[in-house]
């Protein structure tokens, strides 16, 4: 049973450049939230999906930042533009429902760095 | 206001021996759960130990424990016998069930390092 993946675990890109990170739930699960955590800082919450919903995007910076998760395929997290201060790891974590009881797992995370 | 605080940013300790994290909440929900995950230099991030607001019994994973005590808001974790492999970044996390979902509260993180 495979868990949380994403790709590309390592990502380098330059001012102005797109960067595309990709998300695949563990099986079974339909609730994706992406977090990012800046250098020596704890994890911030960004945005919640549930297959074709954005459910919560309050963390997520009004401006260049984007999430998807189709109906098919994986959780696209997009940055247009990005600046330096991009540079941090993106996890995504999966739960099979929004109980309580349900516990989020956590993908290997991807580092973006921005020249 | 919905915060978790781990004080000690870097702990250091030898080898054998004991070691404790601490985490502190603030939370207006009855309703809650806390979290803890470790983050080894790989920098994946791996869960350790889930607990729920109305279960105040501590508990014990081989040379792992934890002491959830709700008078005191804290959720403390204790390493026994500690080894170079227990070396990573260990976050405790608080889940809120804000707004009808959940979401996740870090805090800060602890680096801990534990040398032979």
């Known amino acids: 049973n495979a868990g949380v993946m994403q790709n590309p675990r390592h990502l380098v890109r330059r001012r102005g450049q797109e960067a595309r990170l990709r998300c695949s739930p563990m099986?079974?699960?339909?609730?994706v939230y992406w977090y990012r955590q800046l250098p020596e800082e704890g994890l911030k919450f960004m945005v919640y999906l549930q297959k074709e919903n954005i459910i919560d995007e309050s963390g997520m910076p009004k401006e260049r930042f984007s999430a998807e998760f189709p109906k098919e395929g994986p959780s696209i997290l997009r940055i247009q533009q990005v600046v330096r201060g991009d540079s941090a790891a993106y996890f995504c974590?999966?739960?099979?429902?929004?109980?309580?009881?349900?516990?989020?797992?956590f993908g290997p995370g991807t580092r973006l760095t921005v020249l | 206001a919905q915060k978790v605080t781990q004080a000690q940013t870097e702990i250091s300790v030898v080898e054998k021996e004991d070691v404790t994290l601490d985490c502190v909440y603030e939370t207006r929900d009855t309703t809650y759960y806390l979290f803890w995950y470790k983050q080894p230099p790989s920098g994946e991030l791996v869960f350790l130990i889930r607990?729920?607001?109305?279960?105040?019994q501590n508990e014990i994973s081989g040379r792992y424990s934890w002491n959830f005590q709700k008078s005191t808001s804290s959720f403390n974790f204790t390493i026994t016998a500690s080894q170079v492999v227990d070396s990573a970044v260990y976050f405790c996390?608080?889940?809120?069930?804000?707004?009808?979902?959940?979401?996740?509260?870090f805090g800060a993180g602890t680096r801990l390092a534990v040398h032979p």
């Open positions: 996390a608080l889940r809120v069930f804000s707004g009808g979902y959940n979401k996740l509260i």
């Open positions: 974590a999966s739960s099979p429902g929004t109980l309580n009881a349900d516990t989020q797992y």
């Open positions: 099986k079974g699960h339909s609730h």
């Open positions: 607990r729920n607001s109305f279960d105040e």
